[in-house]
C-alpha cells in the first residue's frame, strides 16, 4: 500500500492540541506498517538527575510499555525496538547485566497485558552470548503470544546490522553450494529472507532519540528507504505526543522510493 503511494498531503497538526485529537487525525491508511526505534538517552537521563546509569535504563523499560500499547492502538503492524547492540557488551559489567535482566522485569510484569492486547513477541539478534536467563523470559513470551496477529513487538537484543547482512551472504553462499537457491534467482527480495527480520518487511519510520543523528550498526539493510524522525528528547523523556509528533511528521513526507 505505502509503496504505491508517492504523495500525500495533510495539514500538520498544532502539537499543542491534546493527545486524543491528535491521534484521531492521523490518516488510518498511512499509518506506517513497521516502524523502528533507537532508544538512546538512558545515560544521559540519569546523569541529569544525579542518578545511576541503570536507573535511566528502568526509566526507559516503562516508556517502552507506553509506545508498545500507543502503536499497537494506531494499528502500527512492526515495532522494532533497538534494545542492545553487539557493541553494547564494552560496558561495565553492572550496566550489562541489568540491561540482561530487563526483558524479564518487563515481561515478567507486562506480559499478560500484552497477551491480552494481542501483541506477538519477537526477537533478532545473536542468541548464543546472550544468558540464560534472559534467552528464557523472551523465549517464554515467544512461546507464549505465538498465535497473536496484533503488533510484533520485536526486540533488537545482541544485534548487530554488518554481522547480519555477513551471516545472510554466508547463508546465500552455502544455499548456492548446495543448490538450493541458483545464484540467477538472487535478488533483494530473496536476500531480504536470509536477514534476521525475515517476514516482517522493512520499516517505514525510524526514530532515534537524544539528539544523535547516526544509525550506529542499525538495520542497515532494511532501512534504505525509510524515513528518518530524530529528535533531541532522551527516550525515558519519550512520551506517546512524540511518538504521534513522529508518526504525523512521516504521514507530511512525499515517499518516492527513488521515483519522482
Ligand atoms: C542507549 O542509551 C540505550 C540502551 C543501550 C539500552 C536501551 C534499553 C532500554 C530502553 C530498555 C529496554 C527495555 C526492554 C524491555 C528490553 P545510553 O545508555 O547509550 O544513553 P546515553 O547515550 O545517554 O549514555
Redesign the pocket.
Known amino acids: 500500500m505505502l509503496d504505491k503511494m508517492k504523495i500525500w498531503k495533510n495539514k500538520p497538526t498544532s502539537s499543542d492540541d491534546n493527545l486524543e485529537e491528535r491521534k484521531t487525525r492521523l490518516k488510518e491508511q498511512f499509518i506506517p506498517n513497521h516502524v523502528a526505534i533507537i532508544?538512546?538517552?538512558?545515560?544521559?537521563?540519569a546523569?541529569k538527575r544525579a542518578l545511576p546509569?541503570v536507573a535511566?535504563?528502568h526509566e526507559?523499560?516503562k516508556?517502552?510499555r507506553k509506545i508498545t500499547k500507543l502503536a499497537n492502538e494506531l494499528g502500527v503492524k512492526t515495532l522494532t525496538?533497538?534494545?542492545?547492540?553487539t557493541e553494547?557488551w564494552k560496558r561495565p559489567k553492572m550496566e550489562v547485566d541489568f540491561?540482561m535482566k530487563?526483558?524479564e522485569e518487563?515481561l515478567g510484569t507486562f506480559l499478560p497485558e500484552l497477551v491480552e492486547e494481542n501483541v506477538r513477541v519477537e526477537m533478532m539478534g545473536y542468541k548464543e552470548s546472550l544468558p540464560p536467563h534472559t534467552l528464557g523470559a523472551i523465549g517464554r513470551a515467544m512461546e507464549e503470544t505465538k498465535d497473536n496477529d496484533g503488533l510484533v513487538l520485536n526486540?533488537a537484543?545482541n544485534y548487530g546490522s554488518r554481522a547480519e547482512i555477513l551471516e545472510a551472504v554466508k547463508g546465500v553462499l552455502n544455499d548456492c553450494k548446495s543448490g538450493i537457491l541458483n545464484e540467477e534467482n538472487l535478488n533483494e527480495d530473496v536476500f531480504s529472507n536470509y536477514l534476521m527480520t525475515k517476514g516482517l518487511g522493512d520499516p517505514d519510520l525510524l526514530i532515534r532519540t537524544?539528539g544523535?543523528i547516526r544509525l550506529s550498526n542499525f538495520m542497515l539493510w532494511q532501512l534504505a528507504y525509510t524515513e528518518f524522525w530524530f529528535t533531541d528528547v532522551?527516550?525515558p523523556d519519550f512520551s506517546e505526543e512524540h511518538f504521534v509528533e513522529a508518526v504525523e511528521v512521516f504521514q507530511n513526507r512525499q515517499r518516492r522510493f527513488g521515483g519522482v
Open positions: 532508544m538512546d538517552g538512558n545515560g544521559r537521563w546523569k546509569r535511566g535504563h526507559g523499560m516508556v517502552v525496538l533497538y534494545a542492545f547492540s553494547n540491561l530487563l526483558p518487563f526486540f537484543l537524544s544523535e532522551l527516550w
